[in-house]
T-cell receptor, first 115, second 112 residues
């Protein structure tokens, strides 16, 4: 158990809908990262937050947004969903935001299925 | 652009034999390299990292990795494979601010 929790585990929804994925980082970790894992795109970095502020952005679509709250949990919002958004979404956390030395600890993921 | 490549989709090895999972990198500046493992229906687990120092890095579960600057490689190794090592292995490079770029993954299958 990494100490990172994600809810829900599974989510099934329809095209055009909006969903919210939730992540609670390990105790003491200030950074939260979101990743998307799909068969055709592999594992891709979406976005990073550090202590409530956006720190780095990856291949995140404009239909997607995220935030990190004062208690450090984070939410990833996916809107106007398309079939191609079906994937496993991982959250990870780490201690620091700027050092490249720290490993990330991954949650179990949320499997999103868009029908 | 910073990237890593895992040239093998799958590696098959018999239990008890040594295993190697290959990774090559392309970075400008100092490479910060990582190996993660993903078991079925689980998130990724950190195995080991190379930041600086010794070229042989030891990690979790008996795994180690050899950093080779001249060959731009960071191969994952284990002297004696276990059936329980069967999983999906990812090499990754930190491109700054802990933004990880992952390879495509290598499936390791250890047969009894």
């Amino acid at each position: 158990d990494s100490g990172v929790t994600q809810t829900p585990k599974h989510l099934i929804t329809a095209t055009g809908q909006r969903v919210t994925l939730r992540c609670s980082p390990r105790s003491g970790d200030l950074s939260v990262y979101w990743y998307q894992q799909s068969l055709d795109q592999g594992l891709q970095f979406l976005i990073q937050y550090y202590n409530g502020e956006e720190r780095a952005k990856g291949n995140i679509l404009e239909r997607f947004s995220a935030q990190q709250f004062p208690d450090l949990h984070s939410e990833l919002n996916l809107s106007s969903l398309e079939l191609g958004d079906s994937a496993l979404y991982f959250c990870a956390s780490s201690v620091a935001g700027q050092s490249s030395y720290n490993e990330q600890f991954f949650g179990p993921g949320t499997r999103l299925t868009v029908l | 652009a910073q990237s890593v490549a895992q040239p093998e989709d799958q590696v098959n090895v018999a239990e008890g034999n040594p295993l190697t999972v290959k990774c090559t990198y392309s970075v400008s500046g100092n490479p910060y390299l990582f190996w993660y493992v993903q078991y079925p229906n689980r998130g990724l687990q950190f195995l080991l990292k190379y930041i600086t120092g010794d070229n042989l890095v030891k990690g979790s579960y008996g795994f180690e990795a050899e950093f080779n600057k001249s060959q731009t490689s960071f191969h994952l190794k284990k002297p004696s494979a276990l059936v329980s090592d069967s999983a999906l292995y990812f090499c990754a490079v930190d491109t700054g601010f802990q933004k990880l770029v992952f390879g495509t993954g290598t499936r390791l299958l250890v047969s009894p």
